[in-house]
C-alpha cells in the first residue's frame, strides 16, 4: 500500500507540474494576448483622429471652395458691367470719330476759319477723352478677366484636393495630406 501511495504521489506530483507548465503557458498567452489587445486600441485611437483631422480638412476645403464661388459670381458680375461699359465706350469712341469727321467736313465748308478750327479742336478733345477711357475700360477688363481666370484655376485645385479626401477617407489606407498644401 505504500508503494501505491507513493506511486499516487508522484502521479500527483507529475499532474501539479504540468498544471503549472499549462498554467505558466496560459499566462504567457494572455500576455501576449493583452499586448495585442492594447496595440489594436491604439491603432483604433490613431485611425479616429486621422479621421477627425480629415473631416476638419475637409470642412475647412468646403469653406474654401465656397469662398471661391462666390469670388467667381462676384468677377462675373463685375465683368458683365465692364463689358456694358466697355460697349458704351466704343460706342462714344463711334460717335466722337464721327463727329470729328462732321467737324472736318464742316470746316472745309465754312468760311469762317476760326470757328470751324475751334469747333474741331473741341471735337478732338473729345475724340481724345473717349479714346483714354475705352483704354482705361481695357485695361480693367483685362485685369478682371486675369483674377478670374486664377480663381477659377484655384477653384479647380480645392475640388481635386476635395476629392482626393474623399477617396483617402473611403479607402481609410495611409496618412491623410493636408488640403491646403497641394498644388500650390
Known amino acids: 500500500m505504500r508503494l501505491a501511495q507513493r506511486n ?28 495585442i ?6 491603432d483604433e485611437k ?9 473631416q476638419h480638412a475637409i470642412t475647412a476645403a468646403q469653406g474654401a471652395v465656397d469662398d471661391a464661388q462666390y469670388a467667381v459670381s462676384e ?25 470729328q469727321l462732321s467737324t472736318k467736313e464742316a470746316l472745309e465748308a465754312s468760311s469762317e476759319e476760326n470757328h470751324a478750327a ?12 473717349a479714346r483714354e477711357r475705352a483704354e482705361l475700360a481695357s485695361v480693367k477688363l483685362a485685369g ?7 480663381r477659377q484655376n484655384r477653384l479647380t485645385q480645392l475640388s481635386r484636393d476635395q476629392a482626393s479626401l474623399g477617396t483617402a477617407l473611403r479607402g ?11 498644388g500650390q
Open 144 to 150: 478682371i478677366e486675369s483674377t478670374s481666370q486664377m
Open 172 to 182: 481609410g489606407a495611409g496618412p491623410v495630406e493636408d488640403a491646403g498644401g497641394a
Open 118 to 129: 475751334n469747333l474741331l479742336a473741341t471735337q478732338e478733345a473729345q475724340l481724345k477723352l
Open 8 to 35: 499516487r504521489l508522484a502521479e500527483l506530483d507529475e499532474e501539479i507540474a504540468q498544471a503549472r507548465g499549462d498554467q505558466q503557458s496560459r499566462q504567457r498567452d494572455l500576455m501576449a494576448l493583452s499586448g
Open 75 to 99: 468677377l462675373t458680375t463685375r465683368k458683365g458691367a465692364l463689358e456694358d461699359a466697355r460697349v458704351r465706350l466704343v460706342t462714344s469712341l463711334a460717335e466722337a470719330e464721327a463727329a
Open 46 to 54: 490613431a485611425k479616429r483622429e486621422r479621421w477627425r483631422t480629415a
Open 37 to 42: 489587445l492594447e496595440t489594436a486600441r491604439q
